[in-house]
């Protein structure tokens, strides 16, 4: 008869990894995590230092430029007012009622650079202007203005190009216009983007009004062209 030594309740089990693992110290495990956090830290406050130094970089290259760009602008400007100037106070005097006799045709010509002259020098404005709103400089000068004649002024910039019929420009002053206070420049260079725009979009035929009224201290101007 054999007899078997082994136990009735089978071979024993094998211990599991986890609990042969040492048990885990919390201060330890405290520690390693803590290091790692300030390692993560360290790692992105790089990055964000990396990357403010190249926005702070891009930043002042913009800045550079826009300023190198109103500088520009303004050395440019200067320099085209001058002779436009010259030419529109030239063909002024040569339309002076007064001046040497002109023929019709003399006349209507001389109207047309006149008025060409001043439409190109009111542009150059413009960007002397830009450039002085950029870099902060632009001021208004209000002074007692004539608005009837300012608005005359203004229109007879555009009567050249309404003397081959093409379109229709007409000044409806509503109520009768006292002097206001206003700076006449800029007035005048609202009511040439207004107008340049409704003569760009009013086709042959069309017609552009100018209508104009003071309420109370105020002048209400509005443009309206039969234009899409």
């Known amino acids: 008869m054999h007899e078997d030594n082994q136990s009735s309740s089978g071979p024993a089990a094998p211990l599991s990894e986890e609990s042969q693992a040492a048990p885990t110290d919390p201060a330890a495990e405290t520690a390693r995590l803590t290091a790692l956090l300030e390692a993560v ?16 970089a891009a930043n002042l290259d913009l800045a550079r430029s826009s300023q190198a760009k109103s500088e520009f602008l303004a050395r440019m400007s200067h320099d085209l007012r001058q002779p436009l100037n010259a030419i529109v106070g030239y063909t002024d005097l040569l339309l002076m009622p007064e001046a040497e006799a002109l023929s019709p045709r003399q006349r209507r010509h001389l109207g047309h650079v006149a008025a060409a002259s001043k439409q190109l020098l009111g542009l150059i404005n413009d960007l002397l202007d830009l450039s002085r709103v950029e870099s902060g400089r632009l001021e208004i000068h209000a002074e007692p203005c004539d608005v009837a004649a300012l608005l005359e002024e203004t229109l007879a910039l555009f009567r050249a190009h309404t003397q081959n019929g093409r379109v229709s420009l007409v000044l409806e002053i509503v109520s009768p216009l006292s002097w206001l206070l206003a700076d006449k420049v800029r007035v005048q260079q609202v009511l040439h983007n207004l107008l340049s725009n409704a003569f760009k979009f009013t086709p042959d035929g069309g017609l552009i009004a100018v209508t104009a009224k003071q309420v109370g201290l105020q002048l209400e101007v509005a443009v309206r062209d039969t234009g899409v």
């Open 41 to 56: 830290r360290r790692e992105l406050d790089a990055k964000v230092a990396e990357r403010t130094a190249a926005l702070q």
